[in-house]
Every structure is written in C-alpha cells, then in structure tokens.
C-alpha cells in the first residue's frame, strides 16, 4: 500500500511540473522575431491620401504584399521576417514613389513618409522604432528559470551592443527646374509687383532623407522698362511625422529709373535701389485625428528712401468632420498670403519657390515718404463632399492700409512725389489710402471623371468706385476723397481640363460684375475658391522628347485679357486717369524639368 501511495504521488507530482512547463514553452512558440514597416501617404501640402496601392517587394524584387491605404493615408505590413524588402506607392494622378533597401530588424519597426506629387514622389525613412511586443514577461521568466535556454548574462569590458542601422545617402531625390519666360504686366496683381525677369531655377534635393533643401533663383529684366532685377531664395524645411518646419529667406533688389532718384534724392542723389531681405517660419502639426494648426511668420526689412521693418504673422485651423466635412479659419496680418490658396499653376514645391521669388514689396509714395501695403485678413469657411460635387461657402473681413493701386494717368498729372513708376507694367502706383471691407464667397464644384471640374462662383464683396467721374485736379487728396469702398455682386465660371492624351493642362475663367468698381475681389484671400477679374486662361503642354534625363513644358498665363474692373475717369483737359488692380497680363515661357 505504501509503494502504490508513493508512486501515485510522484506520477501527480511528474504531471504538475509538466503542466507548469507547457504554459511558457507555448508562450515562447507563439513568440516571433519579426518586424513591420508601416507609413503614412500624404500629397505635397500634407494631406492624407486614401486608397494608394502600397507594394512590398522582398529581395528576389517580388511582390510579397499589398495594402491600400485608410481613410488616414496610413499602412502597415505586420510580421516581416528581418530581410530588405522595397516598397512602391501608386495613386491616380501622382507619380508613383519608390523606396528600396528598406532594413528590417526583429522587433523593430520602419515607419516611412511617403510624399506623392505630381512631378516628383519620394518616400523617406522617418524613424525605426521598437516594436511594442518585442519581448513578453512569460519569455523573460523561461530565460531565467530554464537552465538549458538561460543564456549567459555577461559582456566583456568596454563592449556594447550596436544596432545596424539602415544607411541613409546624404543627398537623395535631388531635381531641378529651369524656366525661360517673357510677357507684359504684372503677374500677381493685387498680390505685389512681379519682375518679368526672364530667367529662374531651383534646385531642391533630400538630405539625410528627412530634410528638404532648396534654392531658386531669378534674375533679368522688366519687359517694358528693361530695368535690372534679381532676386534668391533659400528654403530648408524638415518632415518629422506630423510636423514639416520650414525656414526661408528671401533677397531681391531692383533697380529704379533715374527720373525718379532725381525727384526724391535731389540731382546728387544718384541711382535708388529697392532691397528687401525676408525671413519667414512656417511650420503644421496635427493636434488630434481632426484637428490641425498651420502657422507661421516673415520678418521682412525694406530699404528704399527709408528703412522699413515689419512682422507679418499668419494662422489656420482646421477641423475635419469626418470625411467629406471641414471647417476653416484663416488668420493673416501685414503681407498677403497668397501660397495659402490653391493656384491655378502647377503644385511642385520647385513653381511655388519661383513665383515667391517675384513678389517684391508693394510700395507707394505718399507726399515723398515711402509706405508699404499693409493689411489684416480674417476668415472662416466650410466646405462638405458630396460624391463627385464638392460645395463651400467662407466669409471674410479685410483691412488695408497705404492700397497700392495701380494708376495709368497723363504724364505730370500727379505730383511727383505722390507717384511711384511700376517698373513692371509700365504704369504708376498710387497710395489710394487705408479702406475696409468684409463680404462672403460661395462655390460649387463638380467633377466629371478624373480630368475635367467645373466650378461655379457668387460673391458679394468689397470693391472700390468713385463717388463723381471727373478729377478737377492733380491734388493727390482730391483723388483719395474721392475713392470709396462700396460692395460688388459677381458670378464666376472656373473650368479645370487636363488631356490624358497629349498631357495638356488648361484653366479658364471669367467672373461677370459690376464694370463701374476697380478692385473686384478680396485682396487679402486665402479662400481656395478665390476669383479672379475678367477673363483668365492657364494652360501647360509637355512637350515629348525621348532619350533625354529632363522633359521639357510650355506654359502660357493670360489674366484679365478683356481689362475688365478698370476704373476711368475723366479730367479737365479732356484726358483720363485709369484705376485698376489687375491689369491686364500675357506671359509665355519653356520649363526644362530634371
């Protein structure tokens, strides 16, 4: 009886400790040394893209998965054994991204901001990070208990362990942009004189796979006065998940007509010169899953018969109500934003360099002292998605100080020193005062296929008129006193075509309202559904050229061709001054694409 006692004891005993042994060893199967590699797909503004294709290929360039990307632009491919795989991104109308030697380690995980654009797509290796079951408490008890699997817990003197890290090239994904262009006018009127200067580049490239380099360049000549001009721009901006800060500074100079050094400086007084340096921060974060901040400022220093310094802060909320919802409010003050609104050119990073470099300082001359146009914008808006219709509505409320409004009057009408020659058009600024205004925008859209948009514009806005049509005088006063702020109705037709065939890309519109106002829309906008006076034609055409490391475009920019919103208003000799805020404007140009 004692020996059956015992045996039956130590067999309970036997299945215990085997029992106790199945939970860690099973704990430890299900253990894998594995790693993930996720990512998020955004466009060139930092917009979230849903439903990009995301490959994976493996070493062999295999397709080892696939993933389309959520309603957050985000993807993940879980459980890769450690290897270097490749991954490729497509969406319509983007070029596709490509990422190869991306190093997987066990445990660790590869997150990747991937960049889609419609020129130039990169994707860029943020951070590796641990991933968050690495290591269970049941594996650490097995190590410390099992004898056979303990491994040996000591390290040399002066030995620790390092981890392989991906290599990353200094400079990567490098492009360039060389454009040649000539034309008549003033390309961003309302906006600041822009330099027809004939010649611009930029340059950007990747360094050290998260930060953006670039710098562009522009010099030449005004069509119409053949007056030197030159300006550069230097941009550095890093992308760290969320957030992308960015730094620029901004340098032009332009000479003016000597007629003009002699009316303020005397006959000694020499050339004048206009300089400006600009040094702006722009930075976005995303406070939660809907709530983004885009803010930023530009210090900028003016001299021209005078030193002028300014600080000219701006801000964004936006607050998305789920996929087809969102609200805006736009806060600018000092410089116009005009980079905040969609254009009608092309998106790259390196088109937006260039048309900032052109914008000089609107500045006028009021009794011989210099002034910059100042002013301060505020605006809310609400935009919703309704299948293939998208429908918004914003409203704003601006203050200008010193308007810089363009003047075509008979020679020696106005005083000298209350006139500035724009070197651009040909014609003369005059300082129209400060003014105030507040109106409301509202837009629908409708997109027919991938390629074709039709968008229909009404507003009611501020405007300028005059209160009689006769100037008795030169008195600059007199011509101030009588320029008011009223309020103007307009409807605007917008088309948007692009041909799948042969690449062109064409927008036209034209706004019908009152001929009896001068400035015809909001100056200060950011809304990207802004009008624009009078009829106006963008086209770009790519021109095929085979065998070569660069393509090759035309482009054409044709605003307020019927010069609608001109003001006159006859004088006493019988002649007539002309208001106007956007003259009309031809330009052409050939861009070289590497």
Not at 195 to 209: E, K, N, R, Y
């Given at each position: 009886?004692?020996?059956?006692?015992?045996?039956?004891?130590?067999s309970?005993?036997?299945g215990?400790?085997?029992?106790?042994?199945?939970?860690?060893?099973?704990?430890?199967?299900?253990?894998?040394?594995?790693?993930?590699?996720?990512?998020?797909?955004?466009?060139?503004?930092?917009?979230?893209?849903?439903?990009?294709?995301?490959?994976?290929f493996?070493?062999?360039?295999?397709?080892?998965?696939?993933?389309?990307?959520?309603?957050?632009?985000?993807?993940?491919?879980?459980?890769?054994?450690p290897?270097?795989?490749?991954?490729r991104?497509?969406?319509?109308?983007?070029?596709?991204?490509?990422?190869?030697?991306?190093?997987?380690?066990?445990?660790?995980?590869?997150?990747?901001?991937?960049?889609?654009?419609?020129?130039?797509?990169?994707?860029?290796?943020?951070?590796?990070?641990?991933?968050?079951?690495?290591?269970?408490?049941?594996?650490?008890?097995?190590?410390?208990?099992?004898?056979s699997?303990?491994?040996?817990?000591?390290?040399?003197?002066?030995?620790?362990?390092?981890?392989?890290?991906?290599?990353?090239?200094?400079?990567?994904?490098?492009?360039?942009?060389?454009?040649?262009?000539?034309?008549?006018?003033?390309?961003?009127?309302?906006?600041?004189?822009?330099?027809?200067?004939?010649?611009?580049?930029?340059?950007?490239?990747?360094?050290?796979?998260?930060n953006?380099?670039?710098?562009?360049?522009?010099v030449?000549?005004?069509?119409?006065?053949?007056?030197?001009?030159?300006?550069?721009?230097?941009?550095?901006?890093?992308?760290?998940?969320?957030?992308?800060?960015?730094?620029?500074?901004?340098?032009?100079?332009?000479?003016?007509?000597?007629?003009?050094?002699?009316?303020?400086?005397?006959?000694?007084?020499?050339?004048?010169?206009?300089?400006?340096?600009?040094?702006?921060?722009?930075?976005?974060?995303?406070?939660?899953?809907?709530?983004?901040?885009?803010?930023?400022?530009?210090?900028?220093?003016?001299?021209?018969?005078?030193?002028?310094?300014?600080?000219?802060?701006?801000?964004?909320?936006?607050?998305?109500?789920?996929?087809?919802?969102?609200?805006e409010?736009?806060?600018?003050?000092?410089?116009?934003?005009?980079?905040?609104?969609?254009?009608?050119?092309?998106?790259?990073?390196?088109?937006r360099?260039?048309?900032?470099?052109?914008?000089?300082?609107?500045?006028?001359?009021?009794?011989?002292?210099?002034?910059?146009?100042?002013?301060?914008?505020?605006?809310?808006?609400?935009?919703?998605?309704?299948?293939?219709?998208?429908?918004?509505?914003?409203?704003?409320?601006?203050?200008?100080?010193?308007?810089?409004?363009?003047?075509?009057?008979?020679?020696?009408?106005?005083?000298?020193?209350?006139?500035?020659?724009?070197?651009?058009s040909?014609?003369?600024?005059?300082?129209?005062?400060?003014?105030?205004?507040?109106?409301?925008?509202?837009?629908?859209?409708?997109n027919?296929?991938?390629?074709?948009?039709?968008?229909?514009?009404?507003?009611?806005?501020?405007a300028?008129?005059?209160?009689?049509?006769?100037?008795?005088?030169?008195?600059?006063?007199?011509?101030?006193?009588?320029?008011?702020?009223?309020?103007?109705?307009?409807?605007?037709?917008?088309?948007?075509?692009?041909?799948?065939?042969?690449?062109?890309?064409?927008?036209?519109?034209?706004?019908?309202?009152?001929?009896?106002?001068?400035?015809?829309?909001?100056?200060?906008?950011?809304?990207?559904?802004?009008?624009?006076?009078?009829?106006?034609?963008?086209?770009?055409?790519?021109?095929?050229?085979?065998?070569?490391?660069w393509?090759?475009?035309?482009?054409?920019?044709?605003?307020?061709?019927?010069?609608?919103?001109?003001?006159?208003?006859?004088t006493?000799?019988?002649?007539?001054?002309?208001?106007?805020?956007?003259?009309?404007?031809?330009?052409?140009?050939?861009?070289?694409?590497?």
């Amino acid at each position: 009886m004692s020996t059956r006692t015992h045996i039956s004891a130590g067999s309970v005993v036997l299945g215990v400790l085997c029992l106790a042994a199945a939970a860690p060893v099973e704990a430890a199967a299900s253990f894998k040394l594995s790693g993930v590699i996720a990512g998020l797909v955004t466009n060139d503004e930092g917009v979230p893209q849903m439903g990009a294709a995301v490959m994976l290929f493996n070493r062999q360039e295999r397709l080892s998965e696939k993933a389309l990307t959520d309603e957050n632009g985000s993807f993940v491919f879980a459980g890769l054994l450690p290897d270097i795989y490749s991954i490729r991104v497509t969406l319509a109308s983007f070029v596709p991204a490509i990422k190869n030697n991306i190093l997987v380690q066990p445990g660790m995980r590869s997150v990747l901001n991937v960049s889609m654009a419609a020129l130039f797509s990169s994707i860029h290796l943020v951070y590796p990070g641990e991933h968050p079951a690495f290591m269970t408490d049941d594996w650490k008890w097995v190590l410390r208990t099992a004898g056979s699997t303990r491994p040996v817990m000591r390290m040399l003197p002066d030995m620790t362990p390092e981890e392989e890290k991906p290599h990353r090239p200094v400079f990567s994904d490098t492009r360039g942009l060389l454009t040649f262009s000539a034309g008549d006018g003033s390309p961003v009127a309302g906006f600041g004189s822009s330099a027809d200067m004939g010649t611009a580049f930029a340059v950007g490239t990747s360094l050290f796979g998260s930060n953006q380099v670039q710098f562009a360049g522009n010099v030449g000549s005004g069509a119409q006065s053949g007056i030197p001009s030159a300006a550069f721009r230097s941009t550095f901006r890093r992308d760290v998940g969320s957030a992308s800060p960015e730094v620029s500074v901004t340098m032009r100079e332009l000479f003016l007509p000597s007629r003009m050094g002699v009316a303020i400086f005397g006959p000694e007084g020499g050339l004048p010169m206009l300089r400006s340096i600009s040094t702006e921060l722009h930075d976005r974060s995303r406070i939660t899953d809907s709530l983004s901040l885009q803010y930023g400022m530009a210090l900028d220093s003016v001299v021209f018969n005078d030193h002028l310094s300014y600080l000219s802060p701006y801000a964004r909320l936006s607050y998305s109500l789920g996929d087809t919802s969102e609200i805006e409010f736009d806060y600018t003050s000092g410089n116009a934003r005009p980079d905040l609104a969609s254009a009608n050119g092309p998106e790259d990073g390196l088109q937006r360099q260039v048309g900032n470099l052109g914008l000089f300082p609107l500045i006028s001359l009021r009794a011989g002292r210099a002034d910059v146009q100042r002013g301060q914008d505020l605006e809310a808006g609400y935009s919703r998605t309704m299948g293939s219709r998208k429908f918004s509505v914003s409203a704003y409320h601006e203050s200008i100080r010193n308007l810089a409004l363009t003047v075509a009057s008979p020679e020696g009408f106005l005083p000298v020193g209350d006139v500035l020659p724009d070197v651009f058009s040909g014609k003369s600024i005059f300082n129209a005062g400060s003014f105030s205004s507040m109106g409301y925008l509202a837009s629908a859209t409708q997109n027919v296929g991938d390629n074709l948009s039709a968008t229909v514009t009404y507003g009611s806005t501020g405007a300028l008129s005059a209160e009689h049509n006769e100037v008795a005088t030169g008195d600059p006063d007199e011509l101030r006193s009588i320029i008011h702020a009223g309020r103007q109705q307009s409807v605007t037709v917008r088309v948007n075509v692009t041909s799948p065939h042969t690449g062109t890309h064409i927008v036209a519109s034209y706004q019908l309202a009152d001929s009896r106002s001068s400035v015809a829309d909001p100056v200060y906008s950011t809304s990207s559904f802004r009008p624009q006076p009078g009829l106006n034609i963008y086209f770009r055409q790519a021109i095929p050229v085979s065998g070569l490391p660069w393509r090759m475009e035309l482009t054409g920019d044709l605003r307020n061709l019927l010069q609608q919103g001109y003001l006159p208003l006859p004088t006493m000799d019988g002649s007539k001054l002309v208001l106007m805020e956007t003259p009309r404007m031809i330009r052409g140009g050939v861009s070289f694409i590497f």
